[in-house]
């Protein structure tokens, strides 16, 4: 079996370009050309230095002691909350920042749910001296303040999306829109492995240095590249692309992803896009998708605005409907809880988002020599007014 | 021959008007398709609504909303329909999301528009390969005209291809743009379609997207068979009535 894309921009069944003509001649301009720019030398030292230097890669894999004990088994973290700006929504702006530079584009556009892609979008084109436009959904705006001041410090305008449901999914629309009406000059990064091909697969191999890394840095600690498992949240599945991806041919390893159950998986007011969602076409590809039986698209929910998505990335569809990952459904909740835990525990105040990777544990038995890495996709910071409320800090 | 193919055929400027099926009120459909066509309307395109139409402005973006609230479906919006050809002769068309249609079933969907006498589709997010591949087969089974958009950024190459998978009309979008986005055509405008119109296409074209008025018709139509209007339409309608739709087709064709 095999679990990367192929030629067509496929994933099995899911994946493609279901998009209006006229943004065809963007993503065709970008489909013939990311493979050969991303393997140009100057573009890999370029893209490696900024990693190095302004990220701070490579972020550690780090031995998570007394989380272990609790759970009586090995749990590595790999901390891309340590990244430059939190999370490791920036591995992917730098790629497509330089990408971006390389196609000759002086305009950027991003949408946002948390705020995470739309800071780490800001972040990169503020390096490059870029013009950069944020969608973000109105409701989310005023949920996260925070991350709005940032995106403005950095220069970036905010433009609030208000039509439909006023979150991401709607930001994402607008951005759409947005790249239709600027056909010439504009690049739109897309934050997560969702899109028509080729995002999936770029925003994939920009993130794979998650997985390039905790291969030698497990064979240092370990000695031996493989751990038994790989776990990581799913929102539009980035994180966890990259997490699983020097991995997902290797059979010894199995692969854990983990979804928002919201208030719970049969509720109404859930995430868990495998569970609930149908085959469908969502923002150019087809994937698993959250709709009603007469094809419109539902209005997810969780407490975690990075995972509050109606969608699935191709990728992690095609590993689900072949049942190469184990998919985990978390509620609010048991997120919650897992959140805090590793704050007693570890003194690492983690996102929402990778709370719900977190609470696998509890859920979930391994075995005492188990070894598992968990993509600690991000910091809690951004969080804390929605920890506090919670927890009545 | 299909209804699309003949009206092509009549020697005049082709007026289209697309509108968003179940607005204003759910039941309106019918009355609209039937005033329309009285009002001297040459082709309809009728709108399936859908929760994310992402090639859209605002104005046929709040109309689809509403027209969902209102309950529209696909098999409400067939069952609006089953006795048209009773009372309408003009071509109509579906316009629509691939999503909703994928759902349906896409060949249960063509086999339903061949029963109540559809006679096209446009699917802004089926992209015209993918159609080739996988669907012209069904389509045509059920007598189905697909129509292809082409916009000013589209390679010739590309027109070339799009014009031989056609055989009804080519939908040019007149500048790069969501629809409803425009006021009055430039000299970069008419570039194009004077550019498109020199190609000499097998297919006859039809200007779409920023149609308003019969100024902006009337320069559309100096280059192409036809112009659609839709935004403006919609507007007209939630601002002036349903009653009334005569009023705008005449301030339209002058
Ligand atoms: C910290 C963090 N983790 C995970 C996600 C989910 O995104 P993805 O599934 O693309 O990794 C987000 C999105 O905002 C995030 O901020």
């Known amino acids: ?393 | 021959m299909n209804r699309i193919q003949n009206k092509l055929q009549e020697d005049k400027k082709l007026l289209s008007i697309y509108f968003t099926a179940g607005y204003p009120s759910l039941n309106d459909t019918v009355t609209i398709i039937q005033d329309l066509e009285k009002s001297g309307v040459d082709m309809i395109e009728i709108g399936l609504p859908f929760s994310d139409p992402l090639a859209d402005g605002p104005t046929i973006q709040a109309s689809s909303t509403q027209a969902l609230k209102n309950g529209m479906t696909s098999e409400v919006l067939f069952n609006q329909l089953k006795d048209i050809r009773k009372t309408v002769n003009i071509p109509l068309i579906i316009m629509g999301y691939f999503n909703p249609i994928l759902q349906y079933g896409v060949e249960a969907f063509c086999k339903k528009c061949q029963e109540v006498g559809i006679d096209g589709l446009i699917i802004p997010d089926l992209p015209v390969d993918v159609y080739h591949d996988d669907y012209k087969t069904t389509f045509e089974t059920y007598g189905l005209i697909n129509v292809f958009l082409i916009t000013p950024q589209t390679s010739d190459d590309r027109i070339h291809f799009i014009d031989s998978v056609s055989n009804g009309f080519i939908y040019m979008v007149s500048s790069a743009s969501v629809t409803g986005s425009q006021s009055g055509f430039g000299d970069e405008n008419t570039a194009y379609f004077k550019r498109i119109a020199n190609m000499n296409l097998k297919n006859p074209q039809i200007i779409g997207f920023g149609i308003s008025d019969n100024k902006t018709f009337t320069q559309a139509t100096e280059y192409a068979k036809g112009a659609i209007i839709g935004s403006a339409f919609i507007k007209f309608l939630s601002d002036t009535s349903v009653n009334a739709i005569h009023e705008f087709v005449k301030a339209i064709k002058n």
Not at chain 1, 211 to 220: G, T
Not at chain 1, 340 to 357: D, K, V
Request: aromatic content about 8%; some cysteine.
């Open chain 1, 1 to 393: 079996m095999n679990y990367n894309v192929n030629q067509k921009g496929y994933y099995g069944t899911f994946g493609g370009a279901f998009i209006p003509e006229m943004l065809y001649p963007n993503v065709e301009e970008l489909r013939q050309k990311y493979l050969e720019v991303m393997a140009e030398p100057d573009f890999k030292k370029e893209f490696n230095q900024l990693l190095k230097d302004y990220v701070g890669r490579p972020s550690p894999l780090y031995f998570a002691k007394r989380l272990s004990k609790k759970y009586n088994t090995k749990i590595y973290l790999k901390r891309e909350d340590l990244n430059h700006t939190g999370a490791h929504k920036i591995n992917n702006t730098i790629g497509q920042i330089l990408m971006a530079k390389r196609l000759g584009k002086t305009r950027i556009i991003a949408e946002t749910g948390a705020g995470q892609h739309g800071v780490a979008t800001a972040t990169v084109c503020a390096l490059m001296g870029l013009e950069c436009i944020v969608y973000m959904g109105e409701i989310d705006i005023a949920r996260q303040a925070p991350n709005v001041a940032r995106m403005k410090m950095l220069g970036a305008k905010v433009v609030p999306a208000l039509s439909g449901s006023r979150t991401l999914k709607d930001a994402t629309n607008e951005a759409i829109r947005d790249w239709i009406n600027n056909p010439v000059n504009t690049h739109y990064i897309i934050g997560s492995a969702i899109g028509p091909h080729p995002y999936p697969d770029m925003v994939t191999r920009f993130q794979s240095v998650i997985s390039e890394e905790i291969k030698w840095q497990l064979k240092e600690q370990e000695g031996r590249e493989n751990p038994n498992y790989v776990v990581a949240c799913i929102g539009g599945g980035s994180n966890a692309a990259g997490t699983y991806y020097h991995f997902l041919h290797e059979p010894d390893v199995k692969i854990i992803a983990v979804e928002a159950a919201g208030l719970g998986v049969n509720s109404g007011e859930s995430a868990a896009t495998s569970v609930l969602g149908k085959e469908g076409i969502i923002h150019g590809c087809k994937t698993l998708l959250m709709q009603t039986v007469d094809g419109q698209i539902t209005e997810p929910y969780s407490i975690s605005a990075g995972l509050d998505y109606p969608g699935v990335g191709p990728m992690h569809a095609h590993l689900a409907k072949t049942g190469r990952a184990e998919f985990m459904a978390i509620t609010d909740d048991e997120a919650m809880t897992a959140g805090l835990e590793l704050c007693q525990l570890e003194g690492i105040i983690p996102a929402i988002e990778t709370s719900h990777a977190l609470a696998i544990f509890e859920q979930k038995t391994f075995k005492a020599d188990d070894v598992i890495v968990v993509s600690l996709s991000g910091r809690g910071d951004k969080d804390l007014d929605t920890y506090i409320k919670y927890f009545k800090l």
